[in-house]
């Protein structure tokens, strides 16, 4: 391309512009196409005689939108198979992630709550169609909004927009912090404990289940380092401390059908007579001190901990299939303990994402 690095005199002759315009016609004539491309785009029009248009650059604040005009529109996802990208295959789920809006609960104990929601929604595509428009799944939802939410209301939000995204399968899940005031062990002070939730419908082939994932945060002492720390105590009268640490449950559940509600709370009261010594809220000496007591009278390893959560599970006949997946994040070593307790089909996999455990974290 030309490089011009002399300075331009602002009152050239008309001689001098056309003399200029001559020189870059004739650079343009034998250009190739990406030094056409670098050129300015205002500059290529004006020298090959097009006419560059003169566009509106204000915003039109007035213009409205009639059904003529919005028939007119360009509609990319819904055009012909012809502009797939890719293989012609079909996506088991598309849709849109972390969408938030309050949204009103049930709770068993407290009336209804209302929560800041992340809803993802998710339909299948068949191989021949380009795409979805997204926003419908968030309009479909929003139809729903402002009702009390339980399965069945999810079950009409998804029930609408697969239907207007002509889709065969599809899945709503949403993820909130439940909070529940608790007791303190010993002062008789009350806090609120805060509970990741989420619940999910998912339809498959025709079929519906619905899932309920709960992270419940304890302590665990590890049953092998309170031995040997009462060993130094007794044998040579040395001070010791078994090790703990903050540990994390990711209870999932199958909801089964035709049984009475499993609650929130039913939930949570099932994880604490598994494994009592649930994380503290409150805490005055006498509730640490309590709190010390409890973990002494149960010390668990992490494959402890997952049956212990199964024997509660498996006692309520509202559960169907169920996953346990526990990560203690140890004190003593720089990496976790963790385990993983499947009943039933809906859990069984045999990958699990690499980032599970890593998620396991609880945020506070």
């Not at 090959?48 to 604040?61: D, H, K, S, T």
């Not at 213009?63 to 088991?92: C, M, W």
């Not at 929601?117 to 595509?125: I, R």
């Amino acid at each position: 391309m030309v490089e011009m690095n002399a300075e331009f005199d602002a009152a050239a002759s008309r001689d001098e512009a056309e003399k200029a315009l001559a020189i870059l016609r004739s650079w343009i004539a034998g250009a190739g196409d990406e030094d056409l491309k670098s050129l300015d785009p205002a500059v290529l029009r004006a020298l090959l005689g097009q006419a560059y248009p003169e566009f509106n650059r204000e915003y039109p604040a007035e213009f409205t939108v009639d059904a003529e005009y919005k028939a007119s529109l360009p509609d990319l996802q819904n055009g012909p198979s012809s502009l797939i990208k890719g293989s012609k295959r079909h996506i088991e789920h598309v849709g849109i992630s972390n969408f938030r809006l309050p949204l009103r609960y049930h709770t068993r104990d407290n009336g209804d709550l209302t929560l800041e929601t992340s809803v993802t929604g998710t339909v299948s595509l068949e191989a021949g169609k380009k795409g979805i428009n997204m926003s419908r799944i968030m309009r479909s939802f929003y139809e729903h909004a402002d009702r009390t939410f339980s399965f069945e209301v999810i079950e009409a939000a998804l029930d609408d927009y697969k239907a207007d995204l002509e889709s065969f399968d599809a899945r709503i899940q949403m993820a909130f912090s439940f909070p529940m005031k608790v007791d303190s062990l010993r002062s008789g002070l009350q806090g609120y404990q805060y509970y990741d939730i989420a619940l999910e419908l998912v339809e498959r082939d025709g079929l519906r289940q619905k899932i309920m994932h709960l992270d419940f945060v304890y302590s665990s002492t590890c049953p092998c380092s309170l031995e040997l720390s009462e060993h130094a105590r007794e044998t040579r009268n040395q001070l010791a401390t078994p090790h703990s640490q903050r540990s994390v449950a990711r209870i999932s559940i199958e909801m089964e059908p035709g049984q009475k509600c499993l609650w929130f709370e039913d939930v949570i009261d099932l994880c604490r007579r598994a494994v009592p010594t649930e994380t503290q809220v409150m805490v005055k000496r006498e509730d640490e001190q309590a709190f010390a007591e409890l973990n002494a009278a149960n010390p668990i390893f992490v494959e402890d901990a997952a049956r212990l959560f199964c024997e509660q599970l498996l006692e309520d006949k509202r559960v169907g299939d169920f996953r346990v997946v526990a990560s203690h994040q140890e004190s003593l070593h720089s990496h976790d303990a963790v385990s993983v307790l499947i009943h039933g089909d809906t859990f069984d996999q045999a990958s699990f994402d690499p980032h599970l455990f890593a998620t396991l974290i609880h945020r506070g």
